[in-house]
C-alpha cells in the first residue's frame, strides 16, 4: 500500500535561509509524487509533480524536489525562503488504481525575518 | 476560467442534523474527488466520482455519509445525522481526465462544525 512520512510537522528558517521540508514514500509500484502548499483558510495549490520523467522537478514559486529512488524520499527545496513562503506543505503519492491521492500530515513552515 | 468553487465556505449543524456540501468543478472537468481534513492531520480520501458514477469510494464512512455527481449540476456531499466527530474541513478536487498525468485542482473548502 502506498504512504507518505513528513519529517518534521514544524520547520522554522529565517528569511533567505534555505528552506528543506522532508517527504519520504513507500509505494508498490513506480510512484506519481506531488508537493502542495495550503495557506490559512485556503485550498491546497500544487507546487509541484513529479511522473516518472526527469528526476530533478521544478515547481512554481522557486521551490524544486528531486526524486531519490534509493532513499524512497521526494524532499522540497527552496534556496532562499520569502516572508510569503509561510504555509503548511504536504506531500502526497498517488494511490495504485490512479484514483486518489494520500497525503503526509503536513509541515508547517514558519520564516521569520 | 473560474476555479473549482464549494459552498459554503462555513457551515454550522446541530447534532442529527443533516449537512449538504456543494462542489463545482473547473469548466470541462468531468472528474470530482472529497477530501476531509481533520485539525493537525492532512487530507483524507473520501470518494471519487466521475458525472452520474461513484469509481472509488473506498474512503467514505459505511454509514451516514453518501456522495454524487449528477449530469447537471454540482457534486454533493452529504452527512446525515451528524455527529461532532464530523468536524471537519471538506475539500473538493477536479480534474479533466482520470490519472495522475493531469492537475487536480482544489477548491477552497467547507469548514463544518457540529454543535
Known amino acids: 500500500a502506498q504512504s507518505v512520512t513528513q519529517l518534521g510537522s514544524h520547520v522554522s528558517v529565517s528569511e533567505g535561509a534555505l528552506v528543506l521540508l522532508r517527504c519520504n514514500y513507500s509505494?508498490?509500484?513506480?510512484?506519481?509524487l506531488f508537493w502542495y502548499v495550503q495557506y490559512p483558510n485556503q485550498g491546497l495549490q500544487l507546487l509541484l509533480k513529479?511522473?516518472?520523467?526527469?528526476?530533478l522537478v521544478k515547481g512554481i514559486n522557486g521551490f524544486e524536489a528531486e526524486f531519490k529512488k534509493s532513499e524512497t524520499s521526494f524532499h522540497l527545496t527552496k534556496p532562499s525562503a520569502h516572508m510569503s513562503d509561510a504555509a503548511e506543505y504536504f506531500c502526497a503519492v498517488s494511490n495504485q488504481a490512479g484514483t486518489a491521492l494520500i497525503f503526509g500530515k503536513g509541515t508547517t513552515l514558519s520564516v521569520s525575518s | 476560467n473560474a476555479g473549482v468553487m464549494q459552498n459554503p465556505r462555513h457551515l454550522v449543524r446541530r447534532r442529527g442534523q443533516e449537512a449538504r456540501l456543494r462542489c463545482s468543478p473547473m469548466k470541462g472537468h468531468s472528474h470530482v474527488y472529497w477530501y476531509r481534513q481533520l485539525p493537525e492531520e492532512g487530507l483524507k480520501f473520501m470518494v471519487y466520482?466521475?458525472?452520474?458514477?461513484?469509481?472509488?469510494e473506498s474512503g467514505m464512512p459505511k454509514e451516514r455519509f453518501s456522495a454524487e455527481f449528477p449530469k447537471e449540476g454540482p457534486s454533493i456531499l452529504r452527512i446525515q445525522q451528524v455527529v461532532r466527530g464530523d468536524s471537519a474541513a471538506y475539500f473538493c478536487a477536479s480534474s479533466p481526465d482520470r490519472g495522475w498525468n493531469t492537475e487536480a485542482f482544489f477548491g477552497q473548502g467547507t469548514r463544518l462544525t457540529v454543535v
Open positions: 513529479y511522473t516518472s520523467a526527469a528526476t
Open positions: 509505494s508498490s509500484v513506480p510512484p506519481y
Open positions: 466520482l466521475q458525472k452520474e458514477n461513484i469509481i472509488d
